[in-house]
């Protein structure tokens, strides 16, 4: 406290040399670190422990990374006690799962990511089908493009009804509603 009390030349040429002496020791203090993961690293990949030889190079990408363990409870105060910590997300998630309080769950509006798609119409699959490449190997259907591509013209309307069928089974299942 001497330094700052007493500015004169000398006090502030002693602050500058403990400067330079402290940072100088945890360069070195920092180098010595990394030489040890290195060579942490490094004897990790010599023995073949590769789960953490990558999880040793992940850490050292990504660096330190501080957590903040400390969340509000019901009345807005912080929490940073463990124990209080899972009590108040025990509480919020009762809370959210409480769902007895609803009381016609059937009529309740389901919100999906994806658009309603309608259904593709007989021109588009014929489209589909005329695209399709020859000469690749089959689906997981094991049914080959060029018999699909022969057995159109004979079977159009039985072909487009079922992949429409399949088309709305697979939608209601994706949305989780049924189609009328």
């Not at 919020?92 to 994806?114: P, R, W």
């Amino acid at each position: 406290m001497q330094w700052v009390q007493d500015p004169c030349q000398s006090n502030v040429d002693n602050l500058n040399s403990v400067r330079r002496e402290v940072s100088r020791h945890f360069r070195n203090k920092q180098k010595e670190y990394l030489r040890a993961k290195i060579e942490e690293l490094e004897a990790n990949s010599k023995i073949n422990n590769i789960r953490d030889l990558y999880r040793g190079i992940k850490d050292f990408k990504k660096g330190y990374q501080p957590r903040c363990n400390i969340v509000k409870d019901e009345k807005g105060d912080l929490v940073a006690e463990s124990h209080s910590i899972v009590v108040t997300w025990r509480n919020y998630f009762s809370q959210l799962f409480n769902v007895h309080g609803v009381k016609d769950v059937g009529q309740a509006e389901i919100h999906t990511a994806e658009p309603l798609v309608p259904d593709p119409s007989a021109f588009e699959i014929e489209l589909a089908i005329g695209k399709l490449k020859s000469h690749k190997s089959p689906g997981i259907d094991e049914i080959p493009a060029e018999l699909i591509k022969q057995g159109v013209e004979q079977l159009a309307g039985r072909f487009i009804s079922l992949s429409l069928l399949f088309g709305r089974r697979r939608n209601c299942l994706k949305s989780g509603r049924s189609r009328s």
